[in-house]
């Protein structure tokens, strides 16, 4: 490819991503948590990490934890202990981790 072929592709190609309209990078991220399927607390793991969909106290929450993935999540979203699967902001495990 010549010199002057790659820039007109890296160009072209750096005009598409730019194209893409900020608010629907948000939205799919949005949707992404909310497509989640949420934790059975019947699940093995959420059991013995004693997972609950409420918080029995209301300064450790799934939202304040470090291994909650997606800060701006709001009703649920995405935990690192559960891969593939999101959890109640409200909710609580013991691998609760405040987050800095
Ligand atoms: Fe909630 Fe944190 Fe436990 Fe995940 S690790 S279930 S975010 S308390």
Do not use: H
């Not at 106290?57 to 559960?82: H, K, M, R, W």
């Amino acid at each position: 490819m010549k010199q002057c072929d790659r820039r007109r592709f890296l160009m072209a190609v750096g005009a598409g991503v730019a194209s893409v309209p900020l608010s629907s990078l948000v939205s799919s991220r949005t949707a992404l948590a909310q497509d989640l399927p949420l934790v059975d607390p019947a699940d093995p793991v959420a059991v013995a990490l004693e997972y609950v969909e409420e918080s029995p106290d209301e300064t450790e929450l799934c939202s304040n934890c470090i291994l909650y993935t997606d800060q701006e999540a709001e009703e649920q979203g995405p935990c690192a202990v559960f891969p593939g699967k999101s959890v109640k902001a409200g909710g609580w495990c013991k691998s609760w981790v405040l987050r800095p």
